[in-house]
């Protein structure tokens, strides 16, 4: 079975600041990686999906990394913002495709 | 377009109630997720239809707990006799077709549910 962890599972920050998130993974059979953004009282939003057979994937001051071999993916923040505040999930598809499972998430707070 | 819409927003119920969660998904989408987040927890995996195949109930907590797709559209989650430990967030997502490596899930708002 999946399991998903991430660390730390709260971080708060000064604005500017460059902040590193950690997911791991027990089962490297998966489809895709993926990280989401959840505001309070709302739904997730898909911020970066990384395929199986690729390293990274980057959108705007985003970067995620995924290391299949060693259960590993980092979301890379640069140059943070309070509207960066949220909480940010770490999901795996698994290779049987129906199902994400998620780690717990990391609250992120970005202090003005 | 319209994204996954879900109603209520917020229920409340008494324990021992039954309980009705509706889900819309985006439209053309032919997969439908059902996911709950409880206080504490990562969202959990209960359900997943796909186009007319059988659903994959394999994440349905127990017997009480049941959902039906209609029409290849709307979807419905009911909890029966529920309990305190039924109270989180149900989220539903809906993704073009069935899971690959390039498509993610849409995920709509969430119903919140509180058992007292």
């Known amino acids: 079975k999946q399991e998903v962890t991430q660390i730390p599972a709260a971080l708060s920050v000064p604005e500017g600041e460059n902040l590193v998130l950690n997911c791991s993974f027990t089962?490297?059979?998966?489809?895709?990686l993926q990280w989401f953004r959840q505001d309070p009282g709302k739904g997730l939003t898909s911020l970066l999906l990384?395929?199986?057979?690729?390293r990274e994937q980057t959108s705007g001051r985003l970067n995620a990394s995924l290391d299949k071999s060693s259960g590993r993916s980092t979301l890379y923040i640069a140059a943070s913002q309070p509207g960066d505040s949220a909480t940010y999930l770490c999901a795996a598809l698994e290779g049987s495709g129906s199902r994400l499972t998620f780690g717990e998430g990391t609250q992120l707070t970005v202090n003005p | 377009g319209a994204g996954v819409s879900q109603s209520p927003s917020n229920k409340v119920t008494e324990k021992g109630k039954d309980v009705e969660l509706r889900c819309d998904p985006i439209s053309g989408h032919t997969a439908l997720y059902w996911y709950r987040q409880s206080l504490g927890q990562g969202l959990e995996f209960l359900i997943y239809?796909?186009?007319?195949?059988?659903?994959?109930k394999s994440g349905l907590p127990s017997d009480r707990f049941s959902a039906e797709r209609t029409g290849g559209s709307v979807s419905t989650l009911t909890i029966q006799r529920t309990q305190q430990e039924d109270s989180a967030v149900y989220l539903c997502?809906?993704?073009?077709?069935?899971?690959?490596?390039?498509?993610?899930?849409?995920f709509g708002p969430g119903t919140r549910l509180t058992v007292l």
């Open positions: 089962d490297s059979a998966i489809y895709n």
């Open positions: 239809f796909q186009g007319n195949s059988a659903p994959d």
């Open positions: 990384i395929q199986s057979s690729q």
């Open positions: 997502a809906s993704s073009r077709d069935r899971p690959s490596p390039t498509d993610t899930q849409y």
